[in-house]
């Protein structure tokens, strides 16, 4: 009598166990991303826009195709070729530009590695994360969230109109 109880009940633990196991996948439609565990609208975030981190060995093999703005002429990557003719990519830049006679300061801190990559705004952010992280150089895909005003529309850029409706709002505070 014992044995069918321990029997039963390790098989109960067992079958618990497997159920605990189970993999999530991530949403088969394109209306979500997965970030940080949570399900999130792709609407949240700017399509056909995301920012990449590259090693320092992928940067120094595209550093001579980049231009004194910091655009890179992605066509002359080969690494990238897949991905462009996949996704589209029109643009390939460096977030933070070259910064003259600070430029020392910035490849310390390492912000010569974070790339924007511009790319075909129909083409899923999922997809693009999924080939963009594929290529070998690239240690990071992030998706660019839309900056959210309180009430309103979402706004990518914020200009002194945003913030100043009558010349004496905010006049002190914002002196831009």
């Known amino acids: 009598m014992k044995k069918i109880l321990y029997f039963g009940l390790s098989c109960a633990v067992m079958s618990l166990l497997l159920l605990s196991c189970s993999r999530i996948d991530e949403p088969t439609d394109d209306k979500f991303v997965i970030v940080g565990g949570e399900e999130i609208?792709?609407?949240?975030y700017i399509q056909g826009k995301v920012r990449v981190v590259v090693t320092e060995d992928f940067y120094s093999s595209i550093e001579s195709q980049m231009d004194e703005s910091g655009v890179v002429d992605?066509?002359?990557?080969?690494?990238?070729?897949?991905p462009i003719a996949e996704l589209g990519i029109t643009r390939l830049e460096r977030v933070f530009p070259p910064a003259g006679k600070f430029e020392a300061r910035t490849r310390e801190a390492g912000l010569?590695?974070?790339?924007e990559v511009t790319y075909n705004e129909d083409v899923a952010l999922t997809k693009a994360d999924k080939n963009l992280s594929s290529v070998e150089g690239i240690v990071m895909?992030?998706?660019?969230?839309?900056i959210q005003l309180f009430k309103g529309e979402?706004?990518?850029v914020f200009t002194r109109a945003d913030f100043t409706?009558?010349?004496?709002?905010?006049?002190d505070e914002f002196p831009f």
């Open 154 to 156: 979402p706004k990518e």
């Open 141 to 146: 895909v992030e998706y660019r969230p839309k």
């Open 165 to 171: 409706d009558s010349p004496e709002t905010f006049a």
């Open 74 to 82: 992605y066509s002359m990557v080969k690494s990238l070729q897949a």
């Open 41 to 44: 609208p792709t609407a949240a």
């Open 112 to 115: 010569h590695l974070i790339l």
